[in-house]
């Protein structure tokens, strides 16, 4: 089975301290993606990245940083955490083909930024 | 900008029943594929079911099927014989020229035994 795993499932940080959400995936999938979560909003993406040590900027990358320096892995980091990046942050991956692929999902971060 | 609107935040369906979850969508794109994934508690989103919007056909996956109206750019998802398993949040979504995903809100699926 394919894999896209996130390595904390819950995560509890204070206002301020720096958070790095990791994500890794084992089907050599050259796309992957941040996701935010929010109720009522769905899914906006944050960071994406298409290959080692690419990245590109989504829709909301105020406030976050991403790495990329193993094909598999992919971090998002938050330089100085905020209540307002209280959140659901899901990791995903795919192969880029022709735009109908779908997307392989890890199991989310619930972040409380207290 | 595309958008993704799922007027639905909450739908509730008798087990065995059938329920169409709706979604509409803008895009000025000729073509373009259309999503429908679904998140149950688990929180793991997995992909239910696509359209490529050149293709006339309704997509249709066991019990899920999607009504697609190009023109009104409506793509709705029908479950048929719904399962107390179906329950989850199902989010639409469009993939746009840039071959990024715009995400409708979600509907949350419930469903009563």
């Known amino acids: 089975d394919v894999k896209v795993t996130q390595s904390s499932r819950y995560l509890v940080k204070r206002t301020g301290e720096k958070v790095f959400l990791e994500c890794v995936q084992d089907?050599?999938?050259?796309?992957m993606f941040w996701y935010r979560q929010d109720p009522g909003l769905g899914l906006r993406l944050i960071y994406f990245?298409?290959?080692?040590?690419?990245?590109e900027k989504g829709d909301i990358p105020e406030g976050y940083s991403v790495s990329r320096e193993k094909k598999e892995r992919f971090s998002l980091i938050l330089e100085s955490a905020s209540t307002n990046q209280t959140s659901m942050y899901l990791c995903?991956?795919?192969?880029?083909?022709?735009?109908?692929?779908?997307?392989?999902f890890g199991s989310g971060t619930q972040l409380s930024v207290l | 900008a595309q958008t993704v609107t799922q007027s639905q935040p909450e739908m509730s369906v008798q087990e065995a029943e059938t329920v169409t979850l709706s979604c509409t969508y803008d895009?000025?794109?000729?073509?373009?594929?259309l999503f429908w994934y679904k998140q149950p508690p688990s929180r793991q989103m997995i992909l239910v079911i696509r359209?490529?919007?050149?293709k006339q056909q309704n997509a249709t996956e066991n019990r899920f099927s999607v009504n697609f109206q190009k023109a009104a750019k409506s793509f709705s998802l029908k479950i048929s014989d719904s399962q107390l398993g179906d329950a989850a949040m199902y989010f639409c979504?469009?993939?746009?020229?840039?071959?990024?995903?715009?995400w409708g809100a979600g509907t949350k699926l419930i469903i009563k035994p």
């Open positions: 979504a469009c993939r746009d020229s840039n071959y990024q995903l715009i």
């Open positions: 895009t000025s794109e000729s073509d373009y594929y």
């Open positions: 359209q490529e919007a050149y």
């Open positions: 089907m050599d999938h050259e796309n």
């Open positions: 990245s298409y290959d080692v040590k690419m990245k």
């Open positions: 995903a991956s795919t192969y880029l083909t022709g735009g109908g692929e779908k997307l392989f």
